[in-house]
């Protein structure tokens, strides 16, 4: 593999892969794959050759954004001027 990009990690997850003892770089450089049993280096390499470096993560929602900041829905249809509910 030449390059890992930013949604590697989530494929990882997404194939069942999250608690191989495995870390990387954006070089592509798996450390501990040496180390995995052969169905899980299987799966690991089908997950790595899926893996698209160039796609990239989904970008949070104006909403998504707000609620990470802290703000509850009474917040924000306070501050955008509409009553309570």
Same mark, same amino acid.
């Given at each position: 593999?030449?390059? %890992?990009?930013? !949604?590697? =990690? *989530? *494929? %990882?997850? $997404?194939?069942?892969?999250? /608690?191989?003892?495995?870390?990387? !770089? +954006?070089?592509? *450089? %798996?450390?501990?794959? &040496? @180390?995995? &049993?052969? +169905? &899980?280096?299987?799966?690991? &390499?089908?997950?790595? =050759? =899926?893996? +698209?470096? @160039?796609?990239?993560?989904?970008?949070? !929602?104006?909403? *998504? /954004?707000? !609620?990470?900041?802290?703000?509850?829905?009474? +917040?924000?249809? $306070?501050?955008?001027?509409?009553?309570?509910?």
């Amino acid at each position: 593999m030449s390059r %890992i990009g930013p !949604t590697f =990690a *989530e *494929e %990882i997850v $997404a194939a069942g892969l999250a /608690k191989l003892p495995i870390s990387w !770089t +954006d070089a592509g *450089e %798996i450390h501990g794959y &040496d @180390d995995l &049993d052969p +169905d &899980d280096r299987a799966a690991l &390499d089908a997950v790595m =050759a =899926a893996h +698209d470096p @160039d796609r990239l993560l989904p970008q949070p !929602t104006p909403l *998504e /954004k707000l !609620t990470a900041a802290g703000l509850t829905p009474a +917040d924000l249809r $306070a501050v955008l001027g509409f009553p309570p509910q």
